[in-house]
């Protein structure tokens, strides 16, 4: 995947001062990078870049001890790359007030199963958060590739095969989650009042 500076000059462009600041710059590639210091001199932030998310008026002094889990986890092997969509989800939560960060692993090349040196990054937030940045990429991110890879299954069906297609059978298993999820949460609010 090549890296499209254009789309990371508009998502840096979209950050708050403090979202700029949360940024983790040890994760980035030299373009990412380039892009984040170029808009960090356009808004003349007077302070060096941190490698530490700032502070918070909502800071827990227990979220730094939080066990941190993944959300979210992309791999590349040149010439594709995918920190780009690190960098996507990590603004997306950082803008839902998330704390996040994209920890990136080298993966030296093997005969198995990767036979090229390659890259994995791995989105986490803490534990407590977990399902809500989950759910929260799932709706800003994964379902727009999802409705994409659909949009290209119905291209590929015939008339009359995408006239039988059982649309609401095929989601049935995601209504049935949306109901139980409302359910639980409607039970814990009332065995708190």
Partial sequence: MKIDREELRRH??????????????????????????????????DEEPSFEPPETEEHDENSEDEERVAVCVYHSAPPQDSSTLAVEAVGILTDAGIPCEVETKFLPASEEPAPRDSYEHTVVVPVSRALEAEAILESEMHNQEIEEKWRAHFATLSDRDLRRFDVEGLFAGLLDRISRVKRAYKEEISRRS
Wanted: with cysteine; proline share 3%.
């Fill in 12 to 45: 840096y462009a979209r950050l708050s001062d403090d979202g700029l600041r949360a940024v983790e710059l040890e994760g980035l590639v030299p373009e990412a990078r380039e892009c984040f210091e170029a808009e960090w001199k356009a808004r003349g932030l």
